[in-house]
Nanobody
């Protein structure tokens, strides 16, 4: 069973920074894509940033130039460095892992973390 454990959310003033981390634990051989999605109150969940196992990244337009995603394939971790945060970045951020190959040679489509709250407010 694969689980995603998130950390790093919190309250920050506009212009501040936060770093989100997510560790995938379980019988994992490889993960194709890891990333972060977010859901603001009253809105649908949207992609924030994703990164493939070979380092290809994709960001939603509103975070380009402010957020940076990185991962450690050996540790099955993904991080999201968020700089110059704005009130509109306020949301629950969910870690996602997709295209998982386990050590017992099974494939799992995707898993989600439980979410971590990020609040940007003065």
């Amino acid at each position: 069973q694969v689980q995603l454990v998130e950390s790093g959310g919190g309250l920050v003033q506009p212009g501040g920074s936060l770093r989100l981390s997510c560790a995938a634990i379980g019988n994992i051989f490889s993960i194709y894509v890891m990333g972060w999605y977010r859901q603001a109150p009253g809105k649908q969940r949207e992609l924030a940033a994703i990164i493939t196992s070979d380092g290809i990244t994709n960001y939603t337009d509103s975070v380009k130039g402010r957020f940076a995603i990185s991962r450690d394939n050996a540790k099955n971790t993904v991080h999201l460095q968020m700089n110059n945060l704005k009130p509109e970045d306020t949301a629950v951020y969910y870690c996602n892992a997709a295209g998982i190959v386990t050590t017992i040679h099974t494939c799992e489509y995707e898993h989600w973390g439980q979410g971590t709250q990020v609040t940007v407010s003065s």
